[in-house]
């Protein structure tokens, strides 16, 4: 089992900036790359962005590319997501989860994930 907890949620203007973390515990941390899901009222939960086991490939939703960046840290086993120009729209509840797989690059599929948090609230304002 790994356990999840994110904080770093908030309340910010258009234009702000907010970072999350994940602090993860149970299971070694660098085992399992690690991924970013958000999900809107009323909306499907999608995928946001994602990171190897080392840290060496990153993948990113075309909507947050070039404003988030995702980045982990294994000495504290936690992962970031670093975000820039938050936009109305990038408001939703943020997930991170794990992903106990073996490859090269980051995946984006939520089924391909095995652990959950229970999600921290993004607001962003206009």
């Known amino acids: 089992q790994v356990q999840l907890v994110e904080s770093g949620g908030g309340l910010v203007q258009a234009g702000g900036s907010l970072r999350l973390s994940c602090a993860a515990s149970?299971?070694?941390?660098?085992?399992?790359?690690m991924g970013w899901f958000r999900q809107a009222p009323g909306k499907e939960r999608e995928f946001v962005a994602a990171?190897?086991?080392?840290?060496?490939?990153?993948g990113y939703a075309d909507s947050v590319k070039g404003r988030f960046t995702i980045s982990r840290d294994n000495a504290k086993n936690t992962v970031y997501l670093q975000m820039n120009s938050l936009k109305p729209e990038d408001t939703a509840v943020y997930y991170c989860?794990?992903?106990?797989?073996?490859?090269?690059?980051?995946?984006?599929?939520?089924?391909?994930?095995?652990?959950w948090g229970q999600g921290t609230q993004v607001t962003v304002s206009s």
């Open positions: 149970g299971r070694t941390f660098s085992n399992y790359a």
């Open positions: 990171i190897t086991r080392r840290g060496d490939s990153t």
């Open positions: 989860a794990a992903d106990g797989g073996l490859r090269s690059k980051p995946r984006i599929g939520i089924p391909f994930y095995d652990y």
